[in-house]
């Protein structure tokens, strides 16, 4: 265990346990629309392994909405009776301590990212916990899942605008920019290692060159 973590007070640590979940719905994200990038460009991935890319892409959406409908909920829960806390944004908004400065900017943010909630929470509803029949007969939203088109790219912003603030006010700096991951081991070896898979399929050799991790998405 590191010295500041061993200084941090309970609810600094609450911060860093949000931070977490934070950072898996940006790389949720970020994996997506590379991957979909990357299949509107080059149609690597259906054509090298359709099945294996449906089902990622659909894992990574469930995952995201899940993970976004659980930090956005209530700040408390009742179990068999007994009233448990959840680490979500509501509880450091709820939470007692803050100036009245800091209190309205937290509340501003909570009340930007709940107006995503309706499609978030419907999401999870009827995809994700159920096989609403209704939701698969009809024809899908444009977009991440059931988002309306650009409103995952707003979500997103905000969520990291607000993790910012709030690591700000809690530990008197703000927490940075979330920076994807494009070591050895990320989602570009992962397309890499599909587009060279293609290298003995003459019809993609004679649709365009090859493509390496640094200029795969240029």
């Not at 010295?3 to 994200?29: G, W």
Request: charged share 25%; glycine share 4%; hydrophobic share 40%.
């Amino acid at each position: 265990m590191l010295q500041e973590d061993r200084n941090m007070t309970r609810e600094q640590k609450q911060v860093k346990l949000l931070e977490a979940f934070v950072v898996r719905i940006l790389s949720n994200h970020h994996a997506f629309h590379v991957l979909l990038d990357a299949e509107e460009r080059t149609s690597i991935l259906t054509k090298t392994a359709p099945s294996f890319f449906n089902t990622l892409n659909d894992l990574l959406q469930r995952d995201f909405f899940l993970e976004c409908a659980k930090i956005l909920e209530p700040c408390t829960s009742r179990v068999k009776g007994e009233v448990r806390e959840n680490l979500t944004v509501n509880l450091f908004v709820e939470r007692t301590g803050w100036t009245n400065e800091q209190q309205v900017r937290l509340n501003e943010f909570r009340d930007r990212l709940q107006r995503f909630y309706p499609w978030i929470k419907d999401a999870r509803n009827k995809i994700i916990g159920h096989n609403d029949l209704l939701t698969y007969e009809n024809e899908q939203s444009d977009g991440l899942g059931a988002f309306q088109e650009g409103l995952d790219v707003e979500f997103v912003e905000t969520l990291e605008e607000f993790y910012n603030y709030l690591h700000e006010i809690s530990f008197g700096r703000i927490w940075g920019a979330f920076a994807a991951n494009v070591e050895p081991g990320s989602v570009y070896e992962l397309i890499t290692a599909m587009y060279h898979a293609l290298a003995f399929d003459a019809v993609v050799n004679d649709e365009r060159t090859p493509i390496n991790e640094k200029n795969a998405l240029d």
